[in-house]
């Protein structure tokens, strides 16, 4: 079985709405209201070496597919395999990837062979995949900041416990907070 783990830039009241930009009113909360320390970003850079394939929601593929391609940063990312759960999208243009329908082609990728599938941003989709529970473990970076509305992470549709195995703060005040999902 391959773990899927979401990872979230996410606000001290659960908001992962537009951490680098987009259409919340404090877009680039991350970047414009936090100090940069480059050693709260170094599960970043872990997470793109330990990932075999990365798994999007829509919305934010339609935000990465223009821009990650040409990062040098991502160069990993551009190269995994990627997947879309999407009704709407066809013929995807970011190389490797590949639309599921649904989220049992979800659970039929998490089955098969290979390592971790990474969820970046994607609220929708991960709130989706914790209510059918799918995920397996979050990778948080929890920012010293308060947005009061946006979309959150958790919806209240999923219920479960989470235990805590990696855990680090910064002189920034971000937290990293990395939970095992208990099935």
Not at 105 to 125: C, D, F, K, N
């Amino acid at each position: 079985m391959r773990p899927i783990i979401v990872t979230e830039f996410i606000s001290l009241d659960g908001v992962v709405d537009s951490p680098g930009g987009g259409d919340h009113p404090r877009a680039g909360w991350t970047f414009k209201e936090v100090p940069f320390v480059a050693e709260a970003y170094e599960i970043k850079g872990s997470e793109q070496l330990e990932a075999s394939a990365m798994l999007l929601g829509r919305v934010s593929y339609d935000e990465f597919a223009p821009i990650w391609p040409t990062m040098e940063d991502f160069a990993e990312y551009n190269a995994m395999p990627k997947y879309v759960v999407s009704s709407t999208l066809n013929d995807p243009e970011w190389n490797n990837t590949q639309v599921l329908r649904s989220l049992d082609e979800v659970a039929e990728l998490r089955q098969g062979e290979g390592g971790p599938i990474i969820v970046h941003g994607s609220a929708t989709l991960a709130q989706g995949l914790a209510a059918a529970g799918l995920v397996d473990r979050y990778h948080l970076l929890v920012f010293p900041v308060t947005l009061g509305e946006g979309k959150r992470l958790f919806d209240g549709n999923a219920t479960g416990t989470l235990k805590l195995v990696d855990q680090a703060s910064y002189d920034n005040g971000i937290i990293k907070a990395v939970y095992d999902v208990e099935h």
